[in-house]
């Protein structure tokens, strides 16, 4: 998964960045315009204890991979505020995460509105889909089509001119949105809109915002930007007690990655052997056949059947020999849904 970190210059988006990835991006500005790239992996109790009982060669967790993009300048006209670059990036991105600041920023003349950030930002993604769609139906007209692709552009034209982000436009089906894949539409993306706050703001709320966030179909985070930073900077056995100073159970890593999960309604299957133990992060809702393609295309075309295992039998047993020995596996064909956890070993013919 590739998540694209957004946010106005001065939001504290790089420090975000840094608490999720562990890395030390300069902040402040200071990286200019450069985007700053990292990944984590994803914290995970049964690859640990499979790995633990197995001991392959190798264990490989699910990442996700963040690209921190160069702060953007709110524009308020009729032209996007992104440059060729960002936009680039947040085209090729899953989901978006964009961090509002919450905190007194000396550099910044304005003082922190979440609101207003949230409406804006949502703006400025809509202004580009709307150019995008404008451009292209420009180019139908001139080639003189009237098909079924100038009709959606127009239908898409008038919800975003109604100033409404394509993830609330519901009706298309699965099928003409693959159609559209390719145009990259930044308004359809899940977006996670994150709430840097100083630490006198780890239990706030923000009732003043859930109603736009609800009509526009926007999950929200909020997170203690710098505490969490600091805690970053910390030995390991001093962390748990600092976050109890703070009042905080979880850490903006390990809530972040549950909140993203959700959102993108995604979840793993495990691949467990000698040789590897692995997660592998999928929607839900995929068939087993589908699921196959994640690990090769190979195994997805050659499809037979999958064999499917409970992580818990295969910690306690050891092997998928000795699960197998005691009735421990079941068979599944190619439109079987996994379920998470469930670890799967495909058999298929080349």
Not at 59 to 88: C, H, R, W
Not at 247 to 252: A, F, K, M
Request: with cysteine.
């Amino acid at each position: 998964m590739k998540a694209g970190i957004v946010g106005y210059k001065g939001s504290g988006k790089t420090t975000i960045f840094n608490v999720l990835t562990g890395l030390s991006a300069e902040v402040g500005g200071y990286g200019g315009d450069k985007s700053n790239l990292g990944n984590i992996k994803v914290p995970d109790e049964r690859i640990d204890a499979l790995s633990g009982k197995i001991q392959p060669k190798k264990t490989t967790y699910a990442e996700i991979l963040f690209v921190d993009m160069a702060g953007t300048q709110s524009k308020k006209s009729s032209e996007s505020g992104f440059s060729p670059a960002q936009l680039n990036e947040m085209k090729a991105s899953d989901a978006l995460v964009h961090v509002v600041r919450d905190f007194d920023n000396p550099a910044l003349a304005e003082p922190a509105n979440v609101l207003r950030d949230i409406q804006n930002f949502d703006g400025e993604l809509i202004i580009s889909d709307l150019l995008t769609v404008e451009n292209r139906l420009a180019r139908l007209k001139k080639e003189g089509n009237k098909g079924e692709e100038t009709q959606i552009m127009e239908r898409l034209k008038d919800h975003l001119e109604a100033e409404q982000a394509l993830r609330t436009f519901n009706e298309l089906d699965d099928a003409q949105w693959l159609k559209l894949a390719g145009f990259g539409f930044l308004s359809r993306k899940p977006q996670l809109v994150l709430v840097s706050v100083d630490e006198t703001g780890i239990n706030k709320s923000f009732p003043d915002v859930e109603g736009f966030l609800k009509d526009h179909e926007l999950e929200l985070l909020v997170l203690p930007g710098q505490a969490e930073a600091e805690l970053n900077e910390l030995p390991e056995d001093e962390r748990a007690a600092f976050l109890e100073d703070l009042g905080i159970v979880e850490t903006g890593k390990s809530r972040f990655i549950h909140k993203a999960y959700a959102m993108l309604d995604l979840m793993s299957f495990l691949t467990a052997g000698p040789d590897e133990v692995r997660a592998w992060t999928i929607k839900n809702g995929t068939t087993a056949q589908k699921a196959a393609g994640k690990i090769h295309s190979d195994i997805e075309r050659g499809f037979i059947r999958a064999e499917v295992m409970d992580w818990h039998d295969m910690v306690e047993l050891g092997s998928e020999g000795k699960c197998r020995e005691a009735g421990k596996i079941r068979v599944e064909g190619k439109e079987y849904l996994p379920k998470d956890g469930e670890v799967l070993h495909f058999k298929f013919n080349v």
